[in-house]
């Protein structure tokens, strides 16, 4: 299983750093990049990534590193957040199902009452014989068909 990353070292790190968003600032060099930071440009830094598709790849990545972190953070938060919730509601459905189990709508008997075999096929349980008015179990258990020959009455 893979480690997961430390979200809050991540955060720190981002907070730590020159807020965002960052820009390429021609003015002072052409690997100068800046931020404005309450009205005020700040220098990040020179930052050189020397030339061809590459460097130009790696500029832009690190130029939205800011927004995109920011973004991935309270993403991966948001996903931990459900993945949590969705833990409970399978915790709370399964102890339910451990104390109540599942009965049936129409006559209040257990399902397994219906479908002692657990195979939950109807068809497959046509030879069984009916205990159960209720509508489900007469659509899953009809009466069996009579063996031998058939007289008229």
Sequence with gaps: ????????AIQARLDAATPGPWYAQPKWGADYVAAEVAGYERGVGFLDF?????????????????????????RVRELEAE?????????????????DPPTCADCGHLESAHDPAGDRDCNASAARVRSCTCA???????EPAPSGPQTAA
């Design 1 to 8: 299983m893979t480690e997961h990353p430390n979200l809050d």
């Design 136 to 142: 489900y179990y007469i659509a899953c258990y009809p």
């Design 83 to 99: 993945t949590e919730r969705l833990r409970d509601v399978l915790k709370r459905t399964q102890d339910l199902a451990e104390t």
């Design 50 to 74: 020397g030339t061809g598709d590459e460097a130009n790849a790696d500029r832009e990545f690190v130029l939205n590193a800011p927004q995109d972190v920011t973004a991935l953070l309270a």
